[in-house]
């Protein structure tokens, strides 16, 4: 069964620091997708980055970054230069890459933000 | 460029109504899928719906029901609500042939049963 691992319930920041949200994952899929989605206090879902399990470089977005180390089934996301606006739930999530495969949510990080 | 909707916002229930929440897809998009994120937990995935047909269904009660139409818009029902149905729930929307892409999520539902 696929399951999603986020260990930090909490995690603070100062504004501007960089800050790593660690993720891992289990299953036994051959091919899959990794997921990092933002909800704001609003509830919202926001979509930040995807990484592909067989992509050979990790995937970036803006201020954010992938680090995938398959080999330890773990897909941490590294936000650089913190803003106040990052403050929020983190979630990581992870499917198969058949049409109708299932997302599976980790259990959520929360960040926060420090002026 | 509209993303997904969903109506309503948030809705009031009693223990053993029933409740209809509504969904429409980000524009090119068909299919649809729904999650329920109970506080405090991340959202746990109800079902999917591509081509009006139920495709993947999570470990849900059969009290969970769904539809999804020509326009690619869906619905979700749930019977018999119980306390623990509380919860926000999240209509996603994606491209039935590009499984591994990201998918778009709405705003959410927030359900209360009291």
């Known amino acids: 069964a696929q399951k999603i691992t986020q260990t930090q319930p909490g995690m603070f920041v100062q504004e501007k620091e960089a800050v790593t949200l660690d993720c891992t994952y289990d299953?036994?899929?051959?091919?899959?997708?990794l997921f990092w989605y933002k909800q704001p206090s609003s509830g919202e879902m926001i979509f930040l980055i995807y990484?592909?399990?067989?992509?050979?470089q990790n995937a970036t977005e803006g201020r954010y970054s992938l680090n995938f180390q398959k080999a330890r089934k773990s897909a941490n996301l590294v936000i650089s230069a913190s803003q106040l606006g990052d403050s929020a739930m983190y979630f990581c999530?992870?499917?198969?890459?058949?049409?109708?495969?299932?997302?599976?949510f980790g259990p959520g990080t929360s960040l926060s933000v420090i002026p | 460029d509209a993303g997904v909707t969903q109506s309503p916002t948030h809705l009031i229930k009693t223990r053993g109504q029933q409740v209809t929440l509504r969904c429409s897809p980000k524009?090119?998009?068909?299919?649809v899928s729904w999650y329920q994120q109970a506080l405090g937990q991340g959202p746990q995935f109800i079902f999917q719906?591509?081509?009006?047909?139920?495709?993947q269904r999570g470990n849900f009660p059969d009290r969970f029901s769904g539809h999804q139409f020509p326009n690619y818009s869906s619905e979700l029902n749930v019977n018999a609500l119980l306390l623990g149905d509380s919860a926000l729930y999240l209509c996603?929307?994606?491209?039935?042939?590009?499984?591994?892409?990201?998918?778009?999520f709405g705003p959410g539902t927030r359900l209360t049963v009291t």
């Open positions: 999530a992870m499917r198969g890459v058949a049409s109708y495969d299932k997302v599976i």
């Open positions: 990484q592909g399990s067989y992509d050979q």
């Open positions: 524009s090119g998009h068909d299919t």
């Open positions: 719906y591509y081509e009006e047909e139920e495709r």
């Open positions: 299953t036994s899929d051959p091919s899959y997708g």
């Open positions: 996603a929307s994606s491209l039935w042939d590009r499984p591994a892409y990201e998918q778009y």
